[in-house]
């Protein structure tokens, strides 16, 4: 088990590594997170935003507390509009199910809309295994499929992407150059699809919501892909996260409100969808089938555990345009499909803590997630939670175990700590003395090859303290103790 | 509270937080028995040990009528995941109630003492770090800042992003050194960009962090605890 997770270790770390060298990228992802705190703040900065959170994250426990009933709801709704419902538990039985529509039908061809789960249930791979072509038609993962990449950000999948890399991958594809011009790239890519639309048998959507009220499936676009998916070809899939209901329309409208805001920086986005069934006898369009796959794949069992409120998620992104670390090492270092402070609760979760033995551990717990959390998900907390749970399972290095034992059997007795610190505080004077020669070495190596550590003081204040009756023999505070 | 790290590495801050106190009337004990509050074990997922370190803490502190801490994040452990870490357990009322009567030194100044104003000089260009607990746990923003106005002399320049942590976080800042000096190179960025002399924070684990870096990458700005600050520049 030491092996795997040293692997497992090396191969984060060389990731970081990779994140931290790529000048560009690191521009790249600071520009983005600031030009996104720049567009929120001023929505930030109304007395009714905080309400707004409050909102959704009322209507998101009140879902969770009764997922059962309104999932059942939701799902004959959906099958009364005309529409069928399947219940997949896992990522296998829905890649199964979404494959054998395909077959069934002689689809060759699939446009898909934007959606976190088909990523997470490996859906275009299962499909693309059974001789289907499937083509992304959001901008941002028409660019990522291109570059056979996962995405980088769960709003903003190929953020990471200069002009110049999309230019290369857009002319790779045309088979000629197709400019530098953000414009005639975008031209391009959306002559590509417009064909796909049209020939495409089967059209693949996310879900952003589903009312269980009425059985409509909402989305919340802005590029106008959503909508050709889900109306031109002949059969429409949802594929959808068991947890992403409201129980009714007016539940809606707090999301709706915050959404774009903290999603994409918009008072609104281009297109608000809701989809009730199939077309009807008369309808002028709308797909013939609608399908609707509701995907549990480890939901049920974070519901009810001290993880519950993470379903709560809107899957806004704030939390990754505001998290220092993903600033440093950007959505692929966490090699995950959901990246960031989310990523870092959910994929855990998802997939199984010691496939991301590292996740819980790459924050420093500052809490900008928690705060700027459209769901006011406790994400800090629960990373916090989750590194109990390593330790509890095993999965935490051996050594930090012993030295926390050791530290708290030490702390539970100040007699002990007192005569320890006398002892320890002349060596470490010595080792920072040492300077330069400890640099990156012994067990301070981690913090000396990036920073100073600070010489201590000849004593420590409880040291002062006792001599206090003559203070003007202790240290004052004009005294310098660093180095 | 004057902290593990306060008491090991960095007895000038406590002197001057003693000093600053006593200059504003208040009877300050420092209880021999504390030493830790538990936090670097609790935040590293070791539940069982800082229950432990936080227990005699609790016993350390249980006839304390007001505890100041010199660090934001340890008075964020004792108010905030105190009661969290002992529900249920027979320490909770114990618990509770410390962390009703714990303080940040900058909240006691202005919550609990209600300073209007300081005998303070210090000439200075100065920036401040607000450390993350201190800002999100403890909400505790405006009062370092009240305080520095109040000090004469002294040029208040606040630090852009101001928002972003500093890259300390406890264990990560040596389990994930590589992202923690990242985040830091940026926070030592910023300070520079202000132009300031002297850094002053209300926690000396991210002054540890952002001074080790500015130090290792050749700066020489003053790094001080806001209680230093105030220390050495009262007058009388």
């Known amino acids: 088990v030491a092996g795997v997770s040293r692997a497992s270790r090396q191969a984060f770390d060389a990731r970081i590594e990779r994140a931290l060298g790529d000048e560009a990228l690191q521009k790249v992802i600071a520009e983005g997170q600031d030009y996104m705190q720049a567009l929120i703040a001023p929505a930030r900065a109304q007395p009714d935003w905080p309400l707004a959170l409050d909102e959704i994250a009322r209507v998101r426990a009140e879902t969770l507390a009764h997922l059962d009933r309104y999932v059942e709801q939701f799902a004959s709704n959906v099958e009364r509009l005309g529409g069928q419902v399947f219940f997949a538990a896992d990522a296998a039985e829905a890649r199964r199910h979404v494959v054998a529509l395909a077959q069934g039908r002689g689809v060759r061809l699939i446009v898909k809309s934007k959606s976190m789960v088909t990523e997470e249930i490996g859906l275009n791979v299962a499909l693309e295994g059974a001789g289907v072509e499937v083509v992304e038609t959001d901008l941002g993962e028409f660019i990522v499929q291109l570059a056979h990449e996962r995405p980088f950000h769960i709003v903003a999948p190929a953020i990471h992407k200069s002009l110049e890399q999309i230019r290369a991958l857009f002319s790779t594809a045309a088979g000629r150059d197709v400019g530098g011009d953000p414009q005639a790239m975008t031209r391009y890519a959306r002559g590509v699809l417009r064909e796909k639309f049209f020939a495409a048998d089967m059209g693949i959507s996310g879900a952003n919501f589903g009312v269980a009220a009425t059985g409509s499936v909402v989305l919340v676009t802005n590029e106008g892909n959503g909508r050709m998916v889900t109306t031109l070809p002949r059969t429409h899939v949802v594929v959808m996260g068991v947890e992403r209901l409201v129980p009714s329309f007016a539940d809606l409208e707090a999301i709706l409100e915050v959404l774009p805001r903290a999603g994409v920086g918009l008072r609104a986005t281009a297109y608000v969808t809701a989809i009730s069934g199939p077309r009807r006898a008369g309808e002028a369009d709308g797909p013939q089938e609608l399908h609707v796959v509701i995907v549990d794949n480890g939901r049920s069992a974070i519901l009810g555990s001290k993880y519950e409120q993470v379903l709560s998620c809107i899957r806004c992104g704030a939390c990754l345009d505001i998290c220092p670390v993903y600033r440093k090492i950007g959505g692929h270092a966490y090699d995950a499909v959901y990246t960031g402070p989310i990523g870092a609760v959910l994929s855990p979760l998802l997939d199984g803590l010691a496939c991301h033995a590292e996740l819980p551990f790459a924050s420093s717990l500052c809490g900008a997630c928690s705060e700027v959390c459209s769901a006011r998900i406790p994400l800090a907390e629960l990373i916090r939670e989750l590194r109990e749970d390593s330790v509890e399972e095993g999965l935490a290095s051996p050594a930090w175990g012993v030295g926390f034992e050791g530290f708290a059997a030490v702390a539970a007795r100040p007699r002990l700590w007192s005569a320890l610190e006398l002892a320890a505080l002349p060596l470490l004077r010595l080792a920072s003395a040492g300077g330069a020669l400890l640099r990156g070495r012994g067990p301070l190596g981690a913090w000396t090859r990036g920073r100073e550590f600070p010489r201590p003081e000849r004593r420590s204040f409880r040291a002062w303290w006792g001599r206090a009756s003559a203070p003007a023999d202790g240290p004052t505070s004009r005294e310098r103790g660093g180095g | ?236």
């Open chain 2, 1 to 236: 509270m004057i902290t593990c790290l306060g008491d090991a590495l960095f007895a000038r801050v406590g002197v001057a937080a003693v000093e600053v106190l006593r200059k504003l009337g208040v009877a300050v004990d420092f209880p021999g028995q504390q030493t830790c509050c538990g936090q670097p074990a609790y935040n590293a997922g070791y539940a069982a040990a800082a229950r432990d370190t936080a227990r005699a803490f609790l016993q350390a502190f249980a006839a304390s009528e007001h505890v100041v801490s010199v660090s934001g994040s340890c008075a964020a452990m004792v108010r905030e995941e105190f009661p969290r870490l002992f529900a249920g357990r027979p320490e909770e009322a114990a618990a509770v109630a410390l962390a009703a009567r714990t303080f940040e030194f900058s909240q006691f100044l202005m919550d609990v003492l209600g300073v209007q104003e300081l005998p303070v000089v210090r000439h200075a260009t100065a920036t401040l770090h607000h450390s993350c607990h201190t800002r999100r746990l403890l909400g505790v923003v405006a009062q370092p800042e009240r305080l520095l106005g109040m000090v004469a002399g002294l040029h208040y320049v606040p630090l852009p992003h101001s928002e972003l942590c500093c890259g300390f976080g406890g264990a990560f800042a040596v389990k994930m050194a590589r992202i923690s000096t990242a985040m830091v190179d940026e926070k030592v960025d910023r300070i520079l960009d202000t132009g300031a002399g002297l850094v002053i924070g209300l926690d000396m684990s991210c002054l540890m962090n952002i001074e080790g870096r500015l130090r290792r990458r050749g700066h020489h700005l003053e790094v001080r605890h806001l209680a230093e600050v105030l220390a050495a520049g009262w007058q009388g």
